[in-house]
């Protein structure tokens, strides 16, 4: 068995997520799993998010006391079931 190095661990949290690309506010997805550094999002057209493409996540966070949570993020990876996805965190000034 590998070892887990992820900064973030990951939970098998099912949450409702929109997504934003390129203006398009329309899209909806499901999480496979989430973590404070990313979420694995299960799409129907995986492909119409390009790698390396930023996108805008709003959802409910289930790690955050279910606060309203409006991120952006980056794909990271394709799979037939949906896309990986990091999250960009801006720093404060």
């Known amino acids: 068995m590998s070892e887990n190095n992820r900064q973030y661990p990951r939970q098998n949290i099912k949450?409702?997520?929109?997504?934003?690309?390129?203006?398009d506010c329309t899209e909806k997805a499901v999480t496979r799993d989430i973590s404070r550094g990313g979420a694995f999002l299960l799409l129907q057209n995986p492909q119409k998010f390009p790698m390396g493409e930023m996108i805008t996540l709003s959802y409910t966070d289930p790690l955050n006391d279910n606060n309203p949570t409006t991120k952006d993020?980056?794909?990271?990876?394709?799979a037939d079931d949906g896309i990986a996805v990091a999250y960009i965190e801006m720093e404060e000034f």
């Open 15 to 23: 949450v409702e997520v929109e997504l934003c690309f390129l203006d």
């Open 73 to 78: 993020a980056i794909v990271v990876r394709h």
